[in-house]
């Protein structure tokens, strides 16, 4: 079973940034082959889908049409990392963040936190206006 511990949540006032860390307990050259994603849950709202990075290289992504332009996915296979780098903050994107793993990928864009087999426990974060 794969652990996935997200870090790099906190409070930030609006129009600033904050940084998502999520390590993976996997081999590196398992890492390499997982889909990843983030997801996202305000309280009272269910949970919804932020972004994903294709495997390998991660030169697939994908984003909700709320954060395009503002939330950038990338990944570091060397060290089992995945980042969620948030700009231009608004107190809208205050919610629970969630890391998804998959050990395969897709050529579909998996949008759905049960297309993925590892959930990390989730960081908080905060935009205040």
């Known amino acids: ?10 409070l930030v006032q ?8 999520c390590v993976a307990s996997a081999s590196g050259r398992t890492f390499n082959n997982y889909r990843m994603g983030w997801f996202r ?11 994903a990075i294709s495997s390998g290289a991660g030169r697939v992504t994908y984003y909700t049409d ?4 503002r939330f950038t996915i990338s990944r570091d296979n060397a060290k089992n990392t995945v980042y969620l780098q948030m700009d231009s903050l608004q107190p809208e994107d205050t ?3 969630y890391c998804a793993g998959r050990t395969y990928d897709s050529r579909y864009v998996l949008d759905d936190a049960r297309q993925y087999n ?3 426990q989730g960081t908080q974060v905060t935009v205040s206006s």
Not at 1 to 10: A, D, F, I, R, Y
Not at 14 to 21: N, P, T, V
Not at 66 to 69: A, D, E, I, M
């Open 14 to 21: 609006a129009g600033g940034s904050l940084r998502l860390s």
């Open 1 to 10: 079973q794969v652990q996935l511990v997200e870090s790099g949540g906190g």
């Open 66 to 69: 709320s954060v395009k332009g």
């Open 95 to 97: 919610a629970v963040y």
């Open 118 to 120: 590892n959930l990390g």
């Open 41 to 51: 849950q305000a309280p009272g709202k269910e949970r919804e889908f932020v972004a």
